[in-house]
């Protein structure tokens, strides 16, 4: 027995870490909403100001989240509350943990409308409705979806169950561990659909749209998007990779773990890219700017085109709402976390609570696909506005704060006994990031992306 513990513990530790953070960062973001994102902005140079984005200031602001959270061991709220006492900071750096936790409420709202259509396409798929079917009836198939409120609503309010369930008997780590069992197969099916794609698509047209330099295209609102997704599609922005770094044993190596699950999330993203791409460019009806609704009109053709693929397309829907589920989880879990750490709330009732608020909201995207598709705000829909507003201004907002407080406020000794034995030289690119690229990057992208709208 004693052999073996010292093996499965470096086992664990390294990948405890890694599988969780992972589960929460591979999600809806990188299938469905990378793609059509992309498709809006115009392709090639968003993909690269996205990739820029998560390599020089999404990581290190990955790297400082978890770091906080291993210095706090406690729910984001708390831990930013102990940081500033120890560091003297200003009291308004407590904004962190409060807009951490709204965020997490109001993007669970949407998230879970959207996980909805893809539990509804399981159900599609077993039915057998998108038997060799064509893009324009894959197209009309989801316009009555979208339509029909009442459908929306039920699989809203059943994922919304499911994440509650979840958290309200924490077997987060069952359900991750299920998830990274099945994630790898995910990622397989993934690969067999870029062949699929390779053959009847058109695989190139989809390559260089994702990676042709077309800069004029470009405007600061795409570069804010793109930045927006990059904290959105790691996790960071919210607390959510605080919480993790609690659970990360003291020896591990933040920077590489760090790195592992930017690479997995980037290549999910990527990959799932080019898969729908291919098939948009062979079916005229479909446009590379379809907007939200982009993986649901393109996949069913592939799927339904394809040998067996009614058997792969259930398995699909199925592993991406596995994704978005352990995604979702660490939506509302530091919301809850501090509930019961410090207003005496039980699990149970915090749960509810919060699920039954995060579900609420979550009525205004169904309406907005449907009786509120007129309604603007500043040009949004319900659905856009909530995601503009956290995506776009929240995430960036939060991590700029905690990049500052991080570079600048909190005692570099106390950081560097954290980090400067992983790799010094890591270590002081960091440092380097942290404190001037990323705060300064994230200033600018805000300013000139918001900016405009206000004048
Ligand atoms: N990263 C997830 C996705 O790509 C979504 C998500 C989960 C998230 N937890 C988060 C986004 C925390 C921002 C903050 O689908």
């Known amino acids: 027995m004693k052999n073996t513990k010292n093996f ?7 990948w405890t870490f890694i599988l969780a953070a992972a589960g929460s960062a591979v999600g809806l973001g990188n299938i469905w909403k990378f793609p059509y994102i992309a498709g809006e902005n115009g392709g090639g140079a968003f993909v690269i100001v996205y990739i820029l984005c998560i390599v020089i200031i999404a990581l290190p602001i990955m790297v400082a989240e978890v770091t906080l959270g291993r210095m706090g061991k406690k729910s984001p709220v708390n831990t930013i509350r102990d940081l500033i006492q120890s560091s003297d900071a200003h009291k308004s750096f407590n904004i962190i943990g409060w807009m951490g936790v709204s965020a997490g409420l109001l993007i669970l709202s949407y998230y879970a409308v959207i996980a909805g259509w893809a539990l509804s396409y399981i159900e599609h798929m ?24 009442n459908e929306l609503i039920f699989w809203q309010s059943l994922f919304m169950l499911m994440t509650v369930i979840v958290v309200i008997f924490g077997i987060n780590k069952g359900l991750g561990l299920a998830a990274q069992i099945l994630m790898p197969l995910l990622f397989i099916l993934l690969i067999g659909l870029l062949i699929f794609g390779y053959q009847q698509g058109d695989l190139a047209k989809a390559f260089s749209f994702l990676f042709g330099f077309n800069f004029e295209s470009l405007s600061w609102k795409a570069v804010l998007v793109a930045l927006g997704h990059a904290f959105f599609t790691l996790s960071i922005g919210m607390g959510a990779m605080m919480t993790y770094g609690v659970y990360m044993p003291a020896d591990s190596r933040v920077f590489s773990n760090v790195l592992m699950v930017g690479i997995l999330d980037t290549l999910v993203a990527l990959i799932a890219g080019l898969v729908i791409f291919s098939i948009v460019f062979v079916n005229p009806s479909i446009e590379s700017s379809a907007g939200p609704g982009l993986m649901f009109v393109s996949l069913p053709v592939a799927f339904g085109n394809m040998l067996g693929g009614l058997i792969f397309g259930t398995i699909f829907f199925v592993l991406v709402t596995l994704a978005a589920w352990s995604s979702s989880i660490s939506l509302i879990e530091p919301a809850i976390a501090y509930l019961i750490e410090s207003r005496k709330c039980t699990r149970l009732m915090a749960s509810l609570a919060l699920g039954f608020i995060a579900w ?24 856009e506005l909530i995601d503009f507003i956290t995506a776009n201004i929240m995430l960036p907002l ?22 400067l034995s992983d790799s010094p030289r890591l270590f002081f690119a960091w440092k380097w990031a942290i404190k001037f690229v990323s705060p300064l990057a994230v200033i600018v992208v805000l300013v000139m992306g918001i900016y405009p709208r206000l004048v």
């Open 8 to 14: 499965h513990a470096s086992w664990s530790s390294r």
């Open 126 to 149: 077993i039915s057998g409705t998108f038997h060799n079917i064509n893009a324009e009836n894959a197209g009309l198939i989801f316009d009555n979806l979208l339509k029909n409120k």
């Open 360 to 383: 609420i909201i979550g009525l205004g995207s169904v309406f907005s696909f449907n009786i509120w598709a007129e309604e603007k705000i500043a040009g949004f829909n319900f659905f």
């Open 398 to 419: 939060s991590g700029l704060l905690v990049a500052i407080l991080i570079g600048w406020k909190i005692k570099s000794k106390m950081v560097e006994d954290q980090l």
